[in-house]
Structures are given as structure tokens and as C-alpha cells.
């Protein structure tokens, strides 16, 4: 799990790097290619302190940041399968006790879950839109 301060310290150094997109662009030296990034009006990268130390970095801040985007992923899946899982329960409940006075249900476990359920569902919408 990443901490704060290590999402922040990647946040920052975004901020500051040059705004994108940015292309490599190969160039001849004695006898093998060496890469100069610049940025969309044909500037070199290189020569900025704040891109030296995004480029610098990119390295282990996009696995970290590819771990931690699998990790909730995964959380999220478990808590929708726990959700559903719940729910089904809560209804199987509501059906075998149905002659037992059990007409306050909805105001109950399913409902509950059925509200967090619809909160899933919108979450879900709204990360579709980004």
C-alpha cells in the first residue's frame, strides 16, 4: 500500500514537470543513440531540474502506482462480491421466515445492502465517465 506522502511526493513532481504530451527523440552519438525528451513546442526536457526528476523517477512511481491501482481494484471487487453475497443472503432470510412477522424487511439488513449496492453501482458510473 502506498503511504500519503509517497502519492503526494509523485503528485508534486508532476505538477512541476512540463506540461505534456512529450516524445523521445533519438540522436546520433559516436557509435549508439542516446534520447532527448522534448515537450509539444519542440523544447528539451533535460535541461529542467523538475522533468530530470519526474523522468528520473517514472521508473518506480508507475509500478507503484500500477500496484496500488490493482490493489484497490481488488478491494473493490471483494466488496461488491460482499455486498452482492449479503444481499442474496438477507432475501433468502426474508423468504424462509416469511410467515413470522417479518414485514419490517425493507427498513432492515436488505435494504441496507441494497443502499450500498446503488452506491456501488453509482461509483462505478462515475469512474466509467473519467
Given at each position: ?16 514537470a ?7 527523440v ?105
Amino acid at each position: 500500500m502506498m503511504t500519503r506522502e509517497e502519492i503526494e511526493a509523485i503528485r508534486e513532481r508532476a505538477e512541476k514537470a512540463t506540461e505534456g504530451p512529450w516524445r523521445a527523440v533519438p540522436t546520433k552519438m559516436d557509435c549508439f543513440d542516446i534520447y532527448d525528451v522534448y515537450d509539444k513546442l519542440d523544447r528539451s526536457l533535460i535541461h529542467r531540474e523538475e522533468d530530470a526528476e519526474f523522468i528520473a523517477h517514472a521508473r518506480e512511481d508507475i509500478p507503484k502506482l500500477l500496484a496500488e491501482n490493482e490493489r484497490l481494484h481488488t478491494k473493490w471487487q471483494r466488496l461488491r462480491e460482499y455486498v452482492d453475497d449479503r444481499r442474496g443472503k438477507a432475501f433468502e432470510d426474508h423468504d424462509a421466515s416469511e410467515g413470522n412477522g417479518s414485514r419490517y424487511f425493507y427498513g432492515g439488513r436488505s435494504s441496507a445492502f441494497t443502499n450500498v449496492q446503488d452506491m456501488i453501482h453509482a461509483l462505478e458510473r462515475e469512474g466509467d465517465e473519467c
